[in-house]
């Protein structure tokens, strides 16, 4: 069994079951890469400023690079005896080359160095998932290009409401995952501040320059106070955060997806590679992939309360209670990382039913609203020309028949101020045409907003 690194004060050995109680490095040793970056910026600076020896520093970077090797090739042996992954690369760190290991510690603590690591892996992590989320939006661009002109009816109350372009609904889509990318940015910004020379709460007395790690690490400065940055998790609820409107978008997306390819609505159809069958109904197709994604955004929402549960009334510093942070996160990272990964797959992979959108479109009398507003054109004020619309479905709907199916003179019965050219307002594609506006449903204009899109930086 080896040492523990702090064993100088007690005088019994750990009880078993508590040393398995207290130990995170069954989920923390996948810290461990950026653990050793970590390590080798605080060696190099202490060196730089004289608290250790340049011969020692360079023994040090060395022994670590050692260990991140056998860690990559899966040689490294982990230890519960040695607590956390920060534990056990520094008792390896000392049996590879003496007594230089042991003076890596000088001026650091766990409690600023785990609030590191953990930082700079979920700043990896981060740019993964905004990269990840771009090529979503790019696959989107593609679809709605492809779909700028393709009708379908737009619901409220998920009842028929007005003619719209699917291209213009992806956009929507769109919308909301550039929305996710910025809130993510925007917590990668805050996030980028360095714990590290905070040690356990106070800072240290050795003569640290935080800036020079700081800049090793790309971070953009030093925490400003010590307290704060060993103790702060914010910047895990704020990603968990994004995280959970993500999964909420994507659910509100694969919902429609679900809903979509039922034979009741018979819009889309899947791609084969991402459903599955029924063991015991031969004829079904079940759409496993978006319900998942619909599922799963329960499991990230969870982690969001569970971190800000943990982080409730936990009083200044750092607390034990921290540990419980990783395996929230972790979960939420996997979570995103493959939802946004299979969504991007299936998004590329449906196939329209464009007949059955077109004719969905012409039920439920969607250019009720474009008949008022040629009513108005002619001169009435709107809530009397909707009146009058109102009326003349009411009779659509007795004679069971489409309002552009109504004869002229029937029109005329309802107002005298309609004419021949209210056909032409009452088709589908003259419904969408008009809407030819800036965010309008127009094809015109969803041209215009994939364009935009188009020439917008990337973010990641
Ligand atoms: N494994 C610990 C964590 O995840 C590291 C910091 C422990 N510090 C301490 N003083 N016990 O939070």
Request: include cysteine; proline fraction near 3%; charged fraction near 20%.
């Amino acid at each position: 069994v080896p040492n523990k690194l702090w064993s100088g004060r007690f005088d019994q050995p750990t009880d078993a079951f508590v040393e398995a109680f207290t130990a995170s490095i069954e989920f923390d040793q996948r810290l461990a890469l950026h653990d050793i970056t970590g390590s080798i910026a605080h060696a190099r600076m202490l060196s730089q400023q004289g608290i250790i020896d340049p011969n020692e520093c360079a023994a040090i970077i060395a022994g670590l690079e050692r260990i991140a090797t056998q860690i990559k090739n899966g040689s490294f042996e982990w230890s519960i005896a040695l607590e956390d992954v920060h534990m056990n690369i520094e008792a390896a760190l000392t049996a590879e080359i003496g007594d230089a290991g042991k003076r890596l510690h000088t001026g650091r603590s766990r409690n600023d160095q785990v609030a590191t690591d953990v930082r700079l892996w979920l700043r990896d992590e981060i740019d993964a998932i905004g990269t990840a989320i771009e090529n979503l939006q790019l696959t989107l661009l593609t679809r709605a290009e492809q779909e700028a002109d393709t009708i379908m009816p737009g619901f409220t109350h998920l009842q028929v409401a007005q003619p719209i372009t699917f291209g213009h609904h992806l956009m929507a889509w769109y919308a909301m995952l550039d929305r996710d990318s910025e809130r993510l940015f925007d917590c990668r910004r805050r996030m980028n501040t360095m714990p590290l020379g905070a040690a356990a709460l106070a800072g240290t007395s050795y003569p640290i320059d935080r800036h020079y790690t700081a800049a090793l690490l790309g971070f953009d400065q030093p925490a400003d106070n010590s307290l704060d940055a060993v103790s702060d998790r914010d910047f895990a609820i704020e990603f968990c955060a994004f995280a959970a409107i993500l999964m909420m978008h994507l659910s509100r997306c694969s919902e429609e997806l679900i809903l979509w390819s039922s034979a009741q609505f018979g819009f889309i159809e899947l791609a084969d590679a991402f459903c599955t069958g029924s063991s015991i109904m031969p004829q079904k197709k079940n759409p496993d992939v978006p319900e998942l994604i619909r599922g799963k955004s329960g499991r990230v929402f969870g982690h969001l309360m569970a971190l800000l549960t943990l982080m409730k009334s936990q009083p200044l510093a750092y607390n034990k209670d921290n540990q419980e942070d990783k395996e929230p996160l972790f979960d939420t990272v996997d979570t995103v990382r493959a939802v946004l990964r299979v969504f991007n797959d299936l998004i590329g992979a449906i196939h329209c039913r464009t007949e059955r959108m077109r004719a969905a479109a012409l039920q439920g009398f969607s250019t009720a609203t474009d008949l008022a507003d040629y009513l108005v054109r002619q001169g009435l004020p709107f809530r009397d020309a909707h009146e009058i619309v109102g009326k003349t479905v009411a009779y659509a709907i007795r004679e069971q028949r489409d309002l552009a199916a109504l004869s002229l003179a029937e029109l005329q019965t309802f107002s005298p101020l309609i004419n021949a050219d209210v056909f032409a307002v009452l088709t589908l594609e003259g419904s969408v045409a008009a809407r030819n506006h800036l965010g309008g449903t127009a094809p015109q204009q969803v041209r215009a907003a994939i364009a935009r899109a188009k020439t917008k930086t990337l973010r990641w």
